[in-house]
């Protein structure tokens, strides 16, 4: 069983910068993929990035975040992070960490990942 936290969400302004945490409980977190999906209102959650278990493959973003959004994870204190830069309006969403086994294009999926934080919420003003 691993539990996920998510904190660090808030309000921020168009262009600003907000960094994400999720820490896990367990001892077993260094052998999960983890991953950061968002759900904003009345959409589906989607994908949002990805990190493998030491910190590198399968490490990828969604297209709508690259070069703005960069996933980390350090391993001895059982946290994933989501630094957000440079954030637009449509960045607004909950953010939940998700934990689970997967590759290549299977990460992207909500249906490989087996533990789901509570969510943070993050808002975006214009």
């Known amino acids: 069983q691993v539990q996920l936290v998510e904190s660090g969400g808030g309000l921020v302004q168009a262009g600003g910068s907000l960094r994400l945490s999720c820490v896990a409980s367990?001892?077993?977190?260094?052998?999960?993929?983890m991953g950061w999906f968002r759900q904003a209102a009345g959409k589906e959650r989607e994908f949002v990035a990805v990190i493998g278990p030491s910190g590198s493959a399968p490490t990828d973003s969604a297209d709508s975040v690259k070069g703005r959004f960069t996933i980390s994870r350090d391993n001895a204190k059982n946290t994933v992070f989501l630094q957000m830069n440079s954030v637009k309006p449509e960045d607004t969403a909950v953010y939940y960490c998700?934990?689970?086994?997967?590759?290549?294009?299977?990460?992207?999926?909500?249906?490989?990942?087996?533990?789901w934080g509570q969510g943070t919420r993050v808002t975006v003003s214009s």
């Open positions: 998700a934990a689970g086994y997967c590759s290549g294009s299977g990460c992207f999926r909500t249906t490989y990942y087996a533990y």
């Open positions: 367990g001892r077993t977190f260094s052998t999960y993929v």
